[in-house]
């Protein structure tokens, strides 16, 4: 409090000496001793007065979370906005690269989660996986029920249970023994798409978690998952909004531009 870092909802500072008001809500945000810089920037893609697009790098959580504050992508561009009341509409894993969106005003929030109650909104994902020959089938339809798995941060597919996930997936190019997948999902369980390509025989390159955890290791690629695109109809002005991330995935940028073109 002596620093000023507890707040009202305004973003006024309480003081020890603040007069008490009964009901105020206060903000405090932990503080991690000593915590690692960022290693990587995000890069805003657009922004109005109800929205914020966001391309985040691999390795940074969009939440707080552990020693992940200040990094904590919502926490940094508060900052670098100064808008306090910034929200995401939908989650991205630490691991994952790519499009988070925000919204600005509390007010217009629930307008716009909407999109992903209602499934109304395309999410395309982009995913690298090494191919050990050429598969005899390129395209899934991947419906399961996925359920709490070992450790709990872990999920597993839990046999003969009415599915709640589901992905479309499609292969669209083979480069070096490399694979580059669009993944098209119909719903957003935690770690739907990473499972899901491990259950096609496809696990991500890079995937510290699946098919089995393993420890970290510098010579090995970050996750191979990119949320590359979202498009949606703006619920406040019904203009068609589309956004695709800059963020490239070790194929080479001809292969993935190519292959991305071609089957658009």
């Known amino acids: 409090m002596a ?6 909802s305004n973003g006024q500072i309480v003081r020890e000496t603040s007069p008490y008001s009964h009901g105020l809500t206060v903000f405090y945000v932990k503080e991690v001793r000593s915590e690692p810089p960022c290693n990587r920037a995000e890069t805003i893609v657009y922004q109005d ?3 914020l697009v966001v391309d985040k790098p691999h390795g940074m959580t969009v939440t707080p979370a552990g020693s992940y504050i200040a990094r904590a992508l919502v926490n940094r561009l508060q900052e670098r906005t100064g808008i306090r009341d910034l929200a995401p509409l939908h989650r991205l894993d630490r691991d994952t690269a790519g499009l988070v969106l925000f919204c600005i005003k509390p007010e217009a929030r629930g307008r716009y ?18 191919l050990r020959e050429s598969p005899l089938e390129r395209h899934w339809v991947v419906k399961n029920h996925l359920a709490p798995g070992e450790p709990w941060f872990r999920r597993r597919i839990a046999e003969h249970e009415p599915s709640n996930a589901i992905t479309k997936i499609d292969l669209i190019a083979i480069r070096n023994g490399l694979g580059l997948f669009r993944l098209l999902p119909g719903t957003g369980k935690k770690h739907q798409l990473r499972v899901h390509m491990c259950s096609i025989g496809f696990p991500i390159l890079g995937d510290p978690l699946y ?26 002005t019904g203009a068609r909004r589309e956004f695709k991330s800059s963020i490239r995935l ?12 071609n089957s658009a």
């Open 3 to 8: 620093r000023g870092l507890i707040t009202t």
């Open 49 to 51: 007065a109800e929205i």
């Open 113 to 130: 989660h909407q999109l992903f109650a209602r499934g109304t909104i395309e999410r395309e994902y982009h995913a690298v996986a090494t």
């Open 211 to 236: 098919p089995e955890m393993r420890d970290f290791d510098s010579s090995t690629p970050p996750l191979q998952l990119l949320a590359a695109r979202l498009a949606f109809i703006d619920p406040l």
């Open 250 to 261: 070790i194929l080479p940028d001809e292969v993935l531009e190519s292959a991305i073109d």
